[in-house]
């Protein structure tokens, strides 16, 4: 049976079960967590993978679910689809958790239904028995970064060494018999069409700065104090000045808040903290933009004479789409949703800890339509069902197909001519260099 047809019968299957796909979305997007605190949603894809009839093994790294099917023609390699499990904390979100803040204002619920629908299509055809190697279906915890403060105690106490999900499970062994993997993200903006592919993404490190002054009567006595909050703001004002020296084509993104700015308005701050990612294109770009943020962290501190403590924390590689992948992509999401709504996107500024598995292996992570508003923001939401929950489904079954159909011949294509840059081991010890707490005494 050739590929197209194995696709429709794919695609068939998904539209028998299109209304559950949505409830599902729904329905994470009614119950949003944090990452690595995923634990209703990780349940909702473990009871729905044993309802498909497969085994599923649960709470990789914190809340991660992973199933898998062997495909009925011999042997071959493993192909991961992936879903995304976290929400991220939008304020003035309608649909934000009342005692979290959490919202699913990226679009991972849908990513998540589509996954999941992929799984069903599988489960109700016999497609499986004409492909070569193994499909993985993978519900991935903590994309979206910050409670960076929370991530920090957890890996203090041992339950945490990396903090983005993907950089935990490859730490974990858990993508290890993995070859190639993809994901689909839920889009809103009008210039990605209905699909889109990107070249590339930027990557991050993480800061976390503790400025530690002196307290004092405010009113009484302020000369005896050493204010925290004002070497924060001269920090703040310095990276202001230096992002005219980011070279455009690192495509740098520098953009902290301030988590403490003092106890009570009676106190001199004698303590205030700040957060940030550097954001870049390349790892070079990365590395000389936050040596220039350091300096003006430093300089904060120095001119009121307080001490800053900088954890550097290790964050995503920047992402490189497989261009074969995107072949095979862009003929599949032609047929679904026409080649007019199919666009390439270029390099895009944010970051995805997807670029640390495109580090070790070659993958895919392209955009889907159906959301409206802006993303990370109290406007975003889901405006067609369809084409966010239904259609991601059909494109990441129809990539199964095409990696895994014919013995597997275009996962090998893929293989063969794609190079990671670093073994799973050099991922690692580059993750760990990155590392470190400064202290510098003003």
Known sequence: ?????????????????AGEIVALGERIWSHPELGFKEAKTARLVEETFRRLG????????????????????????????LGELDALVVAGHPAADATTGAVHACGHNAQVAGMLGAAM???????????????????????????????????????????????????????????????????????????????????????????????????????NGVNALYAAQ????????????????????????????????????????????????????IADAERRVDRALK??????????????????????????????????????????????????????DMGDLSQIMPVLHPYMGGARGTNHAADWRIADPELAYVMPAKALAAMVVDMLAGGAAGAREVLTRGRPNMTREQYLAFQRAAARHDVFEG
Not at 56 to 78: F, I, K, N, Y
Not at 123 to 142: E, N
Not at 175 to 186: E, K, N, P, Q, R
Not at 316 to 329: E, I
Request: positive net charge.
């Open 1 to 17: 049976m050739n590929r197209d047809a194995l696709k429709r019968q794919l695609w068939h299957a998904i539209d028998r079960r």
């Open 54 to 81: 497969l085994a599923p093994r649960s709470g990789l790294a914190m809340t991660g679910v992973r199933a898998e099917l062997r495909g009925g023609a011999g042997d071959g390699p493993t192909f991961a689809l």
């Open 121 to 223: 299509a599988f489960a109700d055809t016999d497609v499986i028995r004409h492909l070569a190697g193994r499909v993985a279906f993978f519900a991935v915890p903590a994309e979206e970064g910050g409670d960076l403060e929370w991530r920090l105690a957890q890996a203090r106490a041992g339950k945490l060494e990396l903090y983005g999900g993907k950089a935990e499970l490859i730490r974990l062994g858990h993508f290890d018999d993995i070859d190639l993997a993809m994901m689909i993200h839920t889009s809103a903006r009008r210039e990605d069409g209905k699909a889109s592919v990107p070249t590339s993404n930027n990557g991050r490190v993480a800061k976390m700065a503790r400025f530690v002054g002196r307290a004092a009567h405010a009113g009484s006595a302020p000369w």
């Open 234 to 285: 001269i920090a703040l004002t310095a990276i202001n000045a230096v992002r005219e020296t980011f070279r455009d084509e690192d495509t740098i993104r520098v953009h902290p808040v301030l988590t403490h700015g003092g106890s009570q308005v009676n106190v001199i701050p004698g303590e205030a903290r700040l957060e940030t990612y550097v954001r870049g294109r390349t790892v070079e770009g």
């Open 299 to 352: 300089a904060g501190a120095l001119a009121l004479g307080a001490r800053v403590e900088i954890e550097t924390l290790p964050g995503y590689l920047p992402l490189a789409c497989d261009p074969t992948m995107t072949r095979f992509f862009r003929e599949s999401a032609a047929a679904l949703v026409g080649a007019e709504h199919y666009r390439d996107a270029g390099h895009r500024t944010g970051s995805t």
